[in-house]
């Protein structure tokens, strides 16, 4: 199979991408004109009102708003590392996720007062925790 076989049947391999996918921080939201074609269809993340997610190479998440098509880079891919996601890209859910399951939890097998103690014990570790990765990481 020739290079010019290979191009026409997997499009061209030399393709510039760097207007498509321009560089930008972490977490700031971007419009793109398209999908890149190394992109795959995802269910992994908030929706936020989107009606289809996608997920990319090097922490890539689009999602479709009527029809455009919205960006932002994540620091670490879920699909790769979810708990890594959690602490540095979605501190809030790590601790909304962590301080619910550990109140439940406290709650059917301690009185009260403790429950409350391991609930505010979480959060505050959840948020320390992603406060201190995002310095180290950033």
Known sequence: ?????????????????????????????????????DCERTKIGWAFGASRQWRGPEG??????????????????????????WILDAPFELAVGSTGVIGMFASLTTNAPAAVTWITATLVASIATSTVARRIFS
Do not use: A, C, W
């Open 1 to 37: 199979m020739t290079q010019s076989d290979v191009s026409e049947y997997y499009g061209d391999l030399n393709y510039d991408r760097s207007d498509l996918l321009p560089p930008y921080p972490f977490g700031v939201d971007f419009e793109l004109s398209e999908i890149p074609i």
């Open 60 to 85: 890539l998440h689009i999602r479709e708003y009527h029809g455009r098509y919205f960006g932002h880079y994540d620091r670490v891919d879920p699909r790769k590392n979810l708990i890594g996601h």
